[in-house]
């Protein structure tokens, strides 16, 4: 794993290969849907690393045996609409009692400023450690915009998961939240003149539910 700052670019063979199959524009949708979960897993294999742990004695078949355990530390995952739904179900498989809450972010074309038109988050989000997953980090601003609306409803810690990342968007949200850690399975190059990620792997949207 490669860090720069708060960055966290997970290098890994099996990402570099999923992430390899992510971007082929022969994809299908269903399989596109399968390597977004599988990538979300290994990159949140990461993010959760410094998880804390209490040891506990249990009895196997053999004999007692102290082991350790995550020491129920809360977790919210926050999905950024709609593209974000697609990592959920992988972060469930790694810790399958943490909450979700949601946020729906657009960006009003007169004012350009940030709209929130939902907002769900868990009754005890307080009490909670966030990791807020949108699979595209290009322009960095629904992320911001996401981040300052998840510290309103907790001041624990607060991590920010994405597939893809345009230095662009990485450079934002170290701007504008630098106690914010950054996981993401690639760094690419630039952004397009139309805000897409270069190389890239297209709308993550589109190519999760199929509507492109």
């Not at 997970?10 to 949708?29: A, Q």
């Not at 990592?87 to 498989?93: K, Q």
């Not at 657009?106 to 709209?115: C, H, I, M, Q, S």
């Amino acid at each position: 794993m490669s860090e720069h700052n708060t960055l966290h670019v997970i290098d890994h063979p099996l990402v570099h290969h999923k992430l390899s199959h992510l971007r082929d524009e022969r994809t299908p949708c269903k399989e596109f849907r399968e390597l977004v979960e599988e990538l979300t897993m290994l990159i949140g294999y990461e993010a959760t690393r410094d998880l804390p742990l209490k040891e506990v004695e249990i009895k196997t078949p053999v004999a007692m045996a102290k082991v350790k355990i995550i020491s129920g530390k809360k977790i919210a995952f926050v999905p950024v609409l709609r593209a974000g739904l697609g990592m959920v179900e992988g972060l469930l498989n790694l810790v399958p009692n943490a909450r979700v809450g949601h946020i729906g972010l657009y960006r009003d074309p007169a004012t350009l400023e940030p709209v929130t038109y939902y907002c769900k988050m868990p009754a005890d989000m307080e009490e909670r450690d966030a990791i807020i997953v949108d699979p595209m980090l290009a322009t960095g601003g629904s992320a911001s915009d996401a981040i300052s609306k998840v510290k309103q409803y907790t001041k624990k810690n607060i991590k920010l998961m994405c597939i893809l990342a345009a230095p662009e968007g990485v450079a934002r949200v170290q701007k504008d939240h630098p106690d914010v850690e950054i996981f993401v399975a690639g760094l690419d190059d630039h952004l397009n003149d139309h805000g897409y990620i270069v190389p890239g792997l297209g709308d993550a949207g589109d190519r999760i539910f199929g509507t492109k």
